[in-house]
């Protein structure tokens, strides 16, 4: 079992900052690719921004040079730095955490979102 748990959404003000967080553990081997992603109200699920073990790093077009992923991988942990915040910003935003199980199974997990609201 993997549990992924997301922190640090909230209500912003149009042009402020947040920061979210997560956390992956359990029966963890190894992780892969960890993302950020957003879904708004009746939209789909997106990609915001991901990033592989080795640090690499691909954003959304929508989000460059405003949002910052990264990782500390001694935590399983991924972190979203989001600065210059808009309204169209606003949505739940899930972490996706992908690797290998102790018991040699490939899994990818989701959290259970957290919601980011950024007033204009």
């Known amino acids: 079992q993997v549990q992924v748990v997301e922190s640090g959404g909230g209500l912003v003000q149009a042009g402020g900052s947040l920061r979210l967080s997560c956390a992956a553990s359990g029966s963890i081997l190894s992780l892969t690719n960890m993302g950020w992603y957003q879904q708004a109200p009746g939209k789909q699920r997106e990609p915001v921004a991901v990033?592989?073990?080795?640090?690499?790093?691909d954003y959304a077009d929508s989000v460059k040079a405003r949002f910052t992923i990264s990782r500390d991988n001694a935590k399983n942990t991924v972190y979203l730095q989001m600065n210059s915040l808009k309204p169209e910003d606003t949505a739940v935003y899930y972490c996706n955490a992908q690797g290998t199980t102790t018991w040699g199974t490939i899994f990818g997990s989701w959290g259970q979102g957290t919601q980011v609201t950024v007033s204009s």
């Open positions: 990033i592989t073990s080795g640090g690499s790093t």
